[in-house]
């Protein structure tokens, strides 16, 4: 009788176990929100341009003004974001920076959830085998945000080596 007692509570244990690291990882997939989902209509990237370095905005992710943009191109290190021929009427411009590595790159995905009324923009940084610190910013130009629509950044790590 006790072998079965014994018995019970190790696998009544496992039991519990696996249903604990289960609901992690339903968790963890959750909060990163890294899969695009049957909501989600993918936005074109109409242009791009990137640099290595400080320049451009400090900021780490965001959408620019017209305003800030403005103020960007009186810079002359920034005279590469001239290439973008930008219509802000038409078109907004998000800034997404990346640090990780000397030779870390990036790959950019944006999507539109019209039922959550959001674009969502999916960064994932890929390291590229140094061991020094490094930064890349990417500045894309897209269709105009909708009206009352917010845009989220998902950051995530690839799971490829360089």
């Known amino acids: 009788m006790i072998f079965m007692h014994h018995s019970f509570n190790r696998c009544t244990a496992h039991f519990f176990l696996s249903v604990l690291v289960t609901t992690i990882f339903a968790c963890v997939a959750i909060a990163q929100n890294s899969e695009q989902t049957e909501h989600e209509t993918k936005v074109p ?3 791009f341009t990137g640099t290595r370095g400080h320049w451009g905005t400090r900021d780490a992710n965001g959408v620019i003004s017209e305003e800030n ?8 290190e920034n005279a590469f974001l001239k290439e973008l021929n930008m219509d802000f009427s038409t078109q907004t411009l998000i800034s997404v920076t990346v640090r990780g590595d000397c030779h870390v790159r990036a ?10 009324k ?23 130009v897209i269709e105009k945000l909708r009206p009352e629509y917010t845009i989220e950044f998902i950051t995530m790590k690839s799971e490829k080596e360089w």
């Open 45 to 47: 990237i109409l242009n």
């Open 107 to 116: 790959s950019v995905k944006i999507t539109r959830d019209d039922k959550a």
């Open 69 to 76: 943009f403005k103020e960007f191109l009186t810079q002359k």
């Open 118 to 140: 959001k674009y969502l923009c999916r960064v994932t940084s890929i390291y590229g085998g140094c061991r020094a610190a490094g930064r890349i910013q990417k500045w894309f």
